[in-house]
């Protein structure tokens, strides 16, 4: 036994243990803390736990939150806690964002006469560039070569962008495009699970890896008992240069798993079934950790599955503790014998490892799920919690038509229900219906990551093929997996021929549909859906299909399993039971049905075993940083600080550190309503994903400055220009502002019966005046992407408060690291109980104490009239931490108060 001490607290003990022929090591002894305690703790929160005592070890006093979380119970009320993160993951996404700032942090510390070095990570950061990819072209055998070669010749800019950053941060390495998207090739290759920590009084540690991804499905690395989640590129890049993460901790719940999944069901199924139930249950914000024997018998690429969906369902975390099914997976996986080993070691003698017979962890709540009871499903049509089990789509589907718009319903007249438009394809024409498919999708890291249901759509295509039946014509095909690994192993299968035959060609490896970019379809598919005003529909094998997301054309969308993808491409709509309904006939005739071609478990499972081999992911990632020649021959600039180009229309030198608004004022005044909006309002309404628009604002600004429609790329790609970025704030085409009643789009009011304004132009008529703008919401405000810009374009638009029910946990924390304040009503009251139109003038007073103590937020609302609404509310806050961020005026006014000070520490210079 060893013990440090802790500065005055008491001290922590470590162990050592040993690991056959890779030696002997060190760590925290989890065992010899947690003495006493009645109950087994959870084991997520063990890593918790391990993560401050490293903490205290370095000298920070955390003895408060270490005794909170060792002697938590299902009884103990919410917790906060500072996490210390071993790494951080970008997606291109947002890491451009991100590096963006810390290249303008750096061009602040030379403003000062300090060094720009000053700014620089203080852990590994890793950025993969795969949220780049559109799908220009599909089903064909070179959609592959065009689209990559589409991909550079938009993205020249940013790409040298990560050029420059990668040679200018000492601690960053980038993942160049084509290499797979970021939580897949995170879960194959990346993640190390265990790692060391080197302590200040000199030595090392073992410890569990706590990553902070910058985008939400960071969580799948879950699936390998790691702790990881997703944050905004706001917390993303405070967490890389080691300022501390503070996360709320409100329960810890259980999800029993037990049973096997049946014949015909596939993992999808289980976590669409398991993302509705615990949205039912409700867990936002919480910690969600799998048990029973159903979860020891789940594969790792099964458990990552699930994990990846936990944004989906609305956990902070989903874990699965180390087990044998982890050491088997890690050396499959091309992991070194001796890392796997220390790994097993590790976990054993710190308590963390899993074994059958070990008793149950206490949870704030359990929840149960039958494997054995998982049926075929699919979700939407705009939600990834509305589940349907297959043999009710069809009539699911008809009755949204004409049911009242919002997540399960269109609003369609009775007499609108037979409409249908006619489109020229190639040689044929085609008929377009209410239910027609127009885009079949094999894409995300949710779900080509796992390879029984990537084989089960390459079987169900061969079989498929072998009966005659093909793709229509007005369905876009594609493939787009997201690693290299699944093409090696569907082509040493022999199935990456009959995929292609039926238009799942490899089309790029990236996130692609699953984040909205679906790229054109066929020449008038797209004016003939609009002018018929038909609700057509995509399916796809990804973790998000909000409204407007995947395609304008595609108003309906659902999420389904690899295989599933196939069948509704074959049938081409969604308005078919395919339990009962052909999906085409043979060449004598004959129907076709789902279940005459659905491959038998047996020849799946056997497939996995073979095509899952050490040796094919260590040659699959042994060239993960080198890149294409596109990458290799890119030209960028070198140098400590970024040449910003003033002209470019992607790179601009981004505000918010001139944006940081100071000490936080105890009262904001004549503040006026930007928008008013209902329930669950995504961050993909704030800021959309996906195409751009020439009609719209941000597309006309686009024209302004001489970019023509066909090289607008994408909204993501355009997140390092703010002022495009302003523009399309708020701006989704389906965004529904209760100030514009029954209008769709980025437009509001700021009087009753007042002028029709874009958002944009309203918010700069406000910042004329001199008034700040407020946002007023319901539910789960901010729900979906882990998007910093959901955040940054209120900030631009002079947005201060945003007033909800409740928020989801990521968009909240960013709105804070903005410093914007996040408020919520008192329980049981709304926007409607209170009788507020938006078109009051707010006043918000006693924000500093609210800041310090947590006291209630007075607020007041005139109307036009006269007449006065009083109430309270509540700010959100995770602890101490967030508080002071507020009081500073958010996260960039601390990031450059925390270089400056560590400059003069190393030169002697005050701040």
């Known amino acids: 036994m060893d013990e440090r001490t802790t500065h005055g607290a008491a001290p922590i003990p470590l162990l050592t243990a040993g690991a056959g022929d890779a030696g002997r090591f060190a760590a925290v002894d989890l065992p010899r803390i947690l003495v006493g305690r009645g109950t087994a703790l959870p084991r997520v929160l063990a890593v918790v736990l391990e993560n401050l005592a490293l903490q205290a070890l370095s000298g920070a006093d955390v003895a408060a939150e270490m ?64 949220h780049s990819l559109i799908v220009d072209v599909a089903a064909r055998p070179d959609a592959r070569e065009h689209n990559i070669a589409q991909e550079y010749r938009r993205n020249r800019e940013r790409y040298a962008f990560f050029k420059w950053a990668e040679q200018a941060f000492d601690r960053l390495s980038v993942v160049p495009p084509g290499s797979g998207i970021i939580h897949q090739v995170h879960l194959e290759s990346i993640a190390r699970v265990v790692a060391p920590v080197a302590l200040p009084a000199g030595g090392e540690v073992l410890a569990s890896e706590f990553v902070l991804g910058c985008d939400s499905h960071t969580t799948m690395v879950g699936g390998i008992g790691m702790l990881a989640w997703g944050v905004g590129g706001i917390d993303g890049e405070s967490a890389a240069l080691g300022l501390p993460y503070f996360v709320r901790i409100p329960r810890v719940v259980g999800v029993r798993l037990t049973g096997a999944l049946p014949a015909g069901s596939t993992t999808t199924d289980l976590v669409l079934t398991i993302t509705e139930r615990l949205r039912q249950v409700g867990v936002v914000g919480a910690f969600v950790e799998f048990t029973g024997p159903g979860a020891a018998s789940l594969s790792v690429p099964d458990r990552a ?45 710190t308590g963390l490892w899993s074994s059958a017979g070990d008793p149950e962890p206490e949870y704030s709540e359990t929840v149960d799920v039958d494997l054995g009871a998982i049926v075929p499903s699919v979700a939407g049509p705009k939600r990834p919690q509305d589940r349907i089990p297959l043999d009710e789509v069809a009539n699911r589907f008809r009755t949204a038509l004409t049911a009242p718009v919002g997540p399960q319903g269109f609003g369609l007249a009775p007499e609108a229900l037979e409409g249908s438009a006619d489109v020229a394809l190639g040689e044929g024409r085609a008929t377009l219906h209410h239910g027609s498919l127009l885009i079949a999708a094999i894409t995300s890291c949710t779900n080509t990551s796992n390879p029984s249901v990537m084989l089960a759509a390459g079987l169900l295509a061969r079989n498929a093929v072998a009966r005659g039946l093909r793709v229509p014509a007005h369905v876009k095909t594609s493939l787009a997996p997201g690693s290299r690994l699944v093409e090696d192993y569907l082509t040493d299968a022999g199935l990456m021929d009959p995929l292609g035959v039926l238009g799942f060609q490899i089309v790029g490896f990236g996130c692609t549909t699953c984040s909205g970019k679906s790229g054109p379809l066929a020449p ?19 973790n998000r299909n909000f409204e407007g997301r995947i395609h304008k054309s595609a108003r309906a969308s659902y999420l389904a399993s690899p295989p599933l993808v196939v069948a509704y491409a074959l049938a081409g709509r969604v308005d078919v039971d395919l339990a009962t309904e052909p999906l085409g006939t043979d060449a004598e005739g004959r129907p076709v049905m789902l279940a005459d071609i659905w491959p038998a478990n047996e020849e799946v499972a056997a497939l996995e075993r073979q095509s899952q081999r050490p040796e094919r ?15 290799r021959s890119l030209e960028s600039p070198a140098g400590p600080t970024f040449a910003w180009d003033a002209a470019s229309t992607y790179i601009r030198r981004p505000p918010f550190i001139e944006l940081s608004d ?43 400055q001489g970019v023509a429609p066909r090289d607008f790329n994408a909204v993501t790609q355009r997140r390092g220009n703010h002022e495009f970025m302003a523009r399309v704030t708020f701006a989704n085409q389906r965004m529904k502002n209760q100030l514009v009643p ?19 132009d309203a918010a700069e008529a406000l910042r004329r005046e001199g008034r700040p703008a407020i946002v007023l ?67 918000f007073a006693g924000l500093d104490a609210a800041t310090r103590t947590g006291s209630p937020v007075d607020v007041e609302a005139v109307a036009a009239d006269g007449g006065r609404t009083v109430f309270r509310a509540r700010l959100d806050v995770a602890g101490h931490h967030e508080r002071g961020l507020l009081r500073e005026g958010g996260i960039f006014a601390a990031i450059l108060q925390s270089a400056l000070a560590a400059d003069g520490a190393r030169t002697g210079v005050a701040r």
């Open 617 to 631: 992911f260590v040659k699959s990632y042994a060239t993960l940083f080198d890149g294409a020649e596109l990458w």
């Open 67 to 130: 005794a909170a979380v060792r002697d938590w119970t299902a009884a103990s009320p919410e917790i906060a806690v500072p996490l210390s993160a071993a790494r951080v993951m970008l997606p291109d996404s947002s890491g451009l964002p991100a590096l963006m700032d810390l290249a303008a942090a750096r061009d602040a510390l030379v403003a000062k006469g300090r060094d720009p070095r000053g700014v620089e990570p203080a852990v590994p950061v890793t950025l993969v560039v795969d």
């Open 662 to 704: 100071g000490a936080l004022a105890d009262v904001i005044e004549e503040a006026r309503a930007l928008v008013v909006a209902g329930d669950s309002l995504t961050t993909d309404f704030v800021t959309p994903s996906g195409e751009i628009l020439p009609e719209t604002q941000a597309g006309q600004y686009l024209i302004d």
């Open 305 to 349: 599955t699930i994990a990846n969906m936990a944004p989906e369902y609305g956990a902070t975390a989903a874990f699965f503790p180390i087990d044998a099914r982890t050491v088997e997976y890690l050396a499959q996986s091309g992991r070194t014998a001796d890392h796997v080993a220390v790994i097993e070691a590790y976990a054993r003698a």
């Open 524 to 542: 008038g598919v797209s004016e003939a859906v609009a002018g018929a005003d038909l609700v057509c529909a995509a399916v796809l094998s990804g």
């Open 777 to 843: 919401a319901g539910k789960d405000y901010g729900m979906g992407s882990s998007r910093d810009w959901a955040a940054k374009g209120p900030k631009l638009l002079g947005v201060k408060v945003i007033l909800a029910e409740s928020f989801e946990r990521i968009h909240r924390a960013n709105l804070i690291g903005m410093g914007i304040l996040p408020l919520v009503f008192m329980p049981g009251e709304s926007v409607a109980s209170l009788g507020l139109t938006g078109f009051e003038t707010f006043r």
């Open 742 to 760: 029954g209008v769709e789009g980025g437009v509001t009011r700021l009087a009753p019966g007042g002028e029709v304004l874009t958002i944009h």
